[in-house]
Each structure stands twice: as C-alpha cells, then as structure tokens.
C-alpha cells in the first residue's frame, strides 16, 4: 500500500528558511548525520555553528587533551627512561595543574551534552542512549575531579581515568557503529571461543596425566618446568596455542622418548591452525554482515537528507503543482551555500546551469557523486612547434623511460649494498678511501637528474608534479645532489688518507656517504607504482588509513582502558634488587623469593622497562603482550611477584588484542584487497590509482547495499519529530 505524504508548506515569506533546511539536510547527508534535529532558523544557525570546522576541532582538541593527561598524571611517564634500575625521578605536575585542564575540557563537554540536547529535542534525548551515558560520565567524572581537589591530589585510584575514552567514542558516529558491529559479533564467536577452551582443557588434563610426577627425577623435567600444576599447564598450553613458546615446552619430554612430540603437535594442528583460523573465517564473516547493516543505515540516511532536502525546496518552488519538483535556481543557491568539498559543488552545479525545473529522480541523481572522492587529472602536455622537440617528447613521455629508471636504481641499489666500500656500513671500510664509489654514486646521480629534467620537458612543471611518484622521485634526487655536492666540497676530490669520524665537526664524511645510500636505497620504492600487485597492496594500505579510523579509535579505547586497570593492579609490583649491575647469571642467588635468573625469565631477559609503573610503559606492555612474543615471561612475573590471578589480566588482554581485534583488522584488510583486485582486472597500472576514489567502506559494500524505496523514506519523514508533516 502506497502511502502519500505532504509537507504542510508556509506562506511564501519563510522561503529563506526553506533554503536554510535544505542546506542543512544537504551537510547531513554528505556526512551521513541523522536530520532528527530542530529546523528552526536559530536552531539551524546553532547546528551549523556547532558542526563548523572550528568547533569540531575545538571539541576534538579537548577530547585529545583529556586522553593525554594520563602521561603527565601521577604516575607520570616524563622520564627518559621506563627502567627502574636506571630512571629518573619523572616531573610530577603540582597539584591542580591536571585537575585544572580537566575541568575546563568536562566544562566544554557539558556544553557539547547541552547543545546536542537542545538541538534533538527531550524525546528524543530520552531515546538516545549514548547522550544518556554521556550525562552519566560527566556528572561522574565531576564528582570524581571534586574528591581528587578535596583530597590534594593524594587519592590512590581516580575512577574518572577509567571513563576518559568514553568522549572519543561518543563523538564519533562510526565509531559507535564499529563497536555496536563487535558487540553483535561476539555471540557468533562465542562458540568457537567456547570449543578452543575445551581443546584446551582437555589437552592440558591429558598434558598432567601424561607428563606427571614419577620416582626418577631426570624423567620429571616437562612436569617441573611445564605441568607441574593445573595453572601451570594451562599456561603452557594456552602460550604454545600462540606458538610463543615452541619448541621449547615440549623439549624436556621430546628429548626422553620422539613419540611425545606427537601430543604437541596434534594441540597445535587443532588448535593452532584449525580453530584460530576458524575463528578468524567466522570473524570475517559475521562482521562483515553486520558492517553492512551499518552501512546500510549510513546509506539511509544520505537518502532521508536528500529526499528531505528535495520536500522542503519543492515547498519553496511550486507548492500547487501536481507533480513535485523544484527549481533549478533554488538548487544552485542550496550547493552554494552548503559545506562540501568542491570538486562536489563543481560535478553537481554543472549538470544544471539553466534555468528550470527538475523533478525528485533528477534532484536524486544530481547527488550521486556524494559517493565519489575526486578523481586527480593531469594536466595536458605542453605543445611543441618544432618537429624535433615532438619528437622528443614523445620519447621522454614514454612509459619505457620509466622503466629504464627503475632498472638503473636497481643496479644503483645493488651497488651500494654489495660493495662494502661503497656501503660503508662498517667504520673498518673508512680507513681506505671510497673516491671511486663516489663517482660511481655521483653518475647515478646525475642520470636522476636527467631523468627528471627530460621528464619535466614533456610533462611540464604541472603537468611533473601532477604525479606523486614524480614528487617523491625528484625529492629524493634533488637532495642526493645536494649531499654529493657537500660532500665534495668539504673533503676536497679525491680522499687521501685515513678520516677519523670522531674528529669531524658536525656531520661527519662517514655519516653524510651513509645518509646518500640511505637516500639511494629509500628512493628504490619508486618502482612501487609501476608495479600492478605491489601498486595494489600500496594502494590497500594507503586506503586502511581512512577507512579503519574508527577501528583505531576503539582500539586506543581498548589499549587505554587495559592500560589504566594494568596500572590500578600492577604499579611497582615488579622492582629490582639494589646493585643490580654487580650480578650475574652465573653468581646469582635469590635475592627475593620471587626473583629468578632462570634462562627465559623476565629477570634474565632484562624486560626490567615493560612495567606498569606508569601510562607510556603500560602501553608498551600491552603492545608487547599483543604481538604474543615471550608473552609468557610476562605472565610468568606478573604471576610470581603478585599472584597467579594476574593470568586473568594477561589472558584478557590476549582474547581482545590478538585474538579479537587482529582478526577484525584481517577481516577488513581480507575486504578492501578483494574489492580492488576483482575491480583491478580489468584495470593497467596506471589506471590502479584510480579506482582509489571507491574504496571508502560504503562504497566497497556498494553491490549489497539496498537502496531504501519511496515509501520507507516517506515514512521516517512523517515520524520526524521537528517537521510538521500530515497525512
């Protein structure tokens, strides 16, 4: 059933207001934003004040700031050095000098939560569940801020520390979708989470059967080392599932009897290598799903902005009509005034430059380049008259100069790495002279130089810097020539006799010829995008940058949440014993009854600065613990000095990080590859860059994404709570 809505359209003398609200509707699609929002003339003036560049960098730079006075808070992180054994006394700010830039940033909240509230309405400020948390951590927060002052900065746990990542998340809307995607994820992962604990009970019951106690203690070393008890042998196995710790857990038992390695390999094959890439199969899967549904909801909201852009300027152009449209110069008033980029003011301003009508279709059509970056054009190449500088520039603009570069700095890099002289990686080259490598550097040289005049002569000065790869090249190559030019100018040509480095002011001869082959190996990537796989992969990357901003953003919440909690339970848990230099492995007594020197311990290891004795050294941890290298010398320390609970922590930490959140980065990485290799087949290396203007997340979903029909979009007009529609 067809249900037909019309706008109740006010007298002619509001037709200003009309083109306020299209604007406005037109910003929030073009930022995905919900047009739930009072449309009044002040109300709307407010909305696009607090949406302006300004303000939102404002907010932004508060957001920042708030998260940042974690390193200058006690414990403060500005020393030199985490390492207890050497560090020195950290700055420690006086007190009310944090609190200070505190409240004046939960001062600009409260201001953020009373505009955003105002501008909504109280209906729907009472629907709105972040807004509501959001008033929560606030008052808290303040609350908080109020016992620290009264205390003089002398409380031991601020709760307020824990909540701080709450304002990077609540200000940004993909954000919220990412974790409401993760959040709906976990039930579907929870059963192979589920399966992998009972693999690991199960091997770890058959490990203590298997390697227990026996009466002959050259045969008990897995049991003492691996299985002595039930914590231990969880342990073991749960590292050996990151294969952090193998061959090592099972050398012990595989050097009494070969048939043993048969119990560690079948957990890591199941476990390893079957369940974790399931894991990471099922990952993938669900949560594309459900990033789709948000960006599903994304689309709608374009839609709704649009198709309520079109109403209110149909309102303003032809109320009677029987067929709704509205006037081409309404629309151009409209583009004119919004904010967007302008290469999109440019392709839709351009499809109507007469004057006239256009109907709903036509508005729509007009907006599709929304969902387009801009494509970069090159500027024509520069006319010649003469046939002989044709000629020329036919050859200096052919794709073959190019590849005749590449194969010079090739040779030029497989110079400077195979001959040691040339190298001087090693201080016991310089005390014989390398003049011959340097000219052979300077010639090098000097065909960049050509190469990047003769290109310059073809392309023009637009036309050369129009590629990217050009800017990097002739970068790179100017400031070789520079150097090469120093360097003959300073040392005289050629070199006679010994150089001492240490004896040279400022930069020595040595350091100069190495930072040339630095430069020299460095300008080796420009073969980059002339390569169409290695142009892809470059491409992939460049794009997870600004599609994965709010997967980073939760990620510093997860890190800065773990990283406030590793603090609470861990701060100077683990300290060094005095005269710590004069000891050795093989003189060494326990000091403590914690301390061990045994071979792989966090003693011996000297991890003395991953601590959590403040923010900076925390965050290193758990980075550390995240990439599962030796992740088990940690949980072994922390288990010693404190007690074998702070497992939980560590394992935590390792289902969220490694487990978790690496598979959904493998996920997307996995998406936004095969999205551009299937469009790259048809594509050549130069058209690889291209196809870079498609790649944001709504658009890679593009092909599964249903649009939303006339009659949906009606129906979330009607229920707007600030428009006064009728049936």
């Keep these: 059933m067809v249900v037909l809505l019309s706008f109740i359209c006010p007298s002619t003398e509001h037709e200003d207001l009309y083109i306020q609200q299209a604007v406005v509707f037109i910003e929030d699609a073009i930022q995905y934003r919900s047009i739930n929002h009072r449309v009044d003339a002040s109300s709307l003036r407010l909305y696009r004040w607090y949406y302006s560049r300004i303000c939102q960098w404002g907010l932004g730079l508060a957001i920042a700031m708030v998260l940042l006075l974690a390193f200058i808070e006690r414990p403060s992180s500005l020393s030199v050095s985490s390492d207890p054994r050497h560090r020195s006394a950290s700055w420690e700010p006086p007190c009310g000098f944090t609190e200070g830039i505190e409240m004046v940033c939960l001062v600009i909240f409260s201001l953020d939560l009373a505009v955003k509230s105002y501008l909504i309405g109280w209906e729907e400020f009472r629907k709105n569940k972040w807004l509501i948390c959001y008033f929560v951590v606030i008052f808290v927060s303040i609350i908080d801020w109020m016992l620290s002052v009264s205390m003089v900065c002398n409380e031991k746990l601020r709760v307020r520390r824990l909540l701080r990542p709450f304002f990077l998340l609540q200000n940004s809307s993909l954000m919220k979708k990412t974790l409401k995607c993760i959040k709906r994820t976990l039930p579907e992962i929870a059963s192979v989470i589920l399966l992998l604990a009972l693999h690991l009970c199960l091997f770890t019951m058959i490990g203590m059967l298997l390697f227990a106690k026996t009466e002959d203690p050259k045969k008990n070393g897995e049991w003492e080392l691996h299985f002595r008890n039930l914590p231990s042998s969880l342990t073991s196995l749960l590292v050996l599932l990151t294969t952090a710790n193998n061959p090592d857990v099972m050398i012990p038992a595989y050097s009494l009897n070969r048939a043993y390695s048969i119990f560690f390999i079948a957990f890591s094959v199941i476990g390893t290598y079957c369940l974790m890439n399931l894991l990471t199969a099922i990952i993938y899967n669900q949560f594309r799903g459900y990033l789709l549904m948000s960006v599903q909801t994304s689309i709608i909201r374009r839609r709704l902005g649009i198709r309520a852009a079109f109403q209110v300027l149909s309102c303003r152009g032809a109320p009677q009509a029987e067929e709704e449209s509205v006037r081409v110069d309404a629309v151009l008033e409209v583009m004119t005034r919004a904010k967007m980029k302008s290469y999109y003011r440019a392709a839709i301003t351009a499809q109507y430059a007469e004057v006239g009508h256009i109907d709903r279709e036509q508005f729509r059509k007009i907006f599709d380049h929304l969902d387009k970056d801009c494509i970069k054009e090159h500027p024509p190449l520069p006319q010649y008259n003469s046939p002989v500088l044709q000629k020329l520039q036919v050859i200096f603009s052919h794709y073959y100069l190019t590849i005749i570069g590449n194969a010079v700095a090739l040779a030029n890099v497989i110079v400077v790495v195979l001959n040691k002289r040339c190298s001087l990686v090693d201080m016991e080259y310089f005390t014989l002279p390398s003049s011959n490598c340097q000219i052979i550097n300077l010639c090098f040289i000097l065909y960049y130089l050509f190469e990047m005049c003769v290109k310059i002569f ?28 120093t360097i003959f100018a300073t040392y005289r040509f050629p070199y006679s006799g010994f150089v001492d480095p240490a004896s040279q002011h400022g930069m020595s001869l040595w350091e100069m010829v190495r930072l040339v082959n630095m430069l020299i190996v460095f300008r080796f990537l420009r073969i980059i995008p002339d390569i169409k796989l290695m142009a892809l992969v470059a491409s992939t990357l460049l794009d997870l940058v600004k599609n994965l901003r709010a997967f980073a953003g939760i990620l510093v919440v997860v890190y800065y949440v773990f990283a406030v909690f590793g603090i609470w339970l861990f701060e100077g848990a683990i300290k060094p014993p005095p005269d710590m230099s004069v000891l050795s492995n093989t003189s060494m007594e326990n000091i403590t009854s914690n301390f061990s020197m045994e071979c792989g311990t966090y003693e011996q290891l000297g991890y003395w600065p991953n601590n959590f004795d403040d923010f900076a050294a925390a965050i290193i941890l758990l980075y550390d613990v995240m990439i599962v290298n030796n992740w088990q010398a940690f949980i072994e320390a922390y288990g010693r000095y404190t ?85």
């Design 643 to 727: 007690t074998e609970w702070s497992k939980v922590y560590f394992v935590c930490w390792w289902l969220t990080s490694s487990v978790m959140w690496v598979n959904l980065f493998v996920a997307l990485i996995l998406e936004n590859f095969i999205y551009k290799w299937d469009r790259s087949h048809s594509c050549s290396v130069t058209d690889v860059e291209r196809i870079r203007y498609e790649t944001s997340v709504q658009f890679i979903f593009k092909e599964q994404i249903q649009e939303p029909t006339e009659e949906e979009l009606l129906c979330q007009l009607h229920q707007h709570p600030h428009l006064h529609l009728h049936w």
């Design 458 to 485: 073809a392309f023009s000065w637009r036309g050369y810097l129009s590629y990217r790869n050009n800017i990097f090249d002739g970068f790179l190559t100017v400031l070789l020539l520079v150097l090469q030019i």
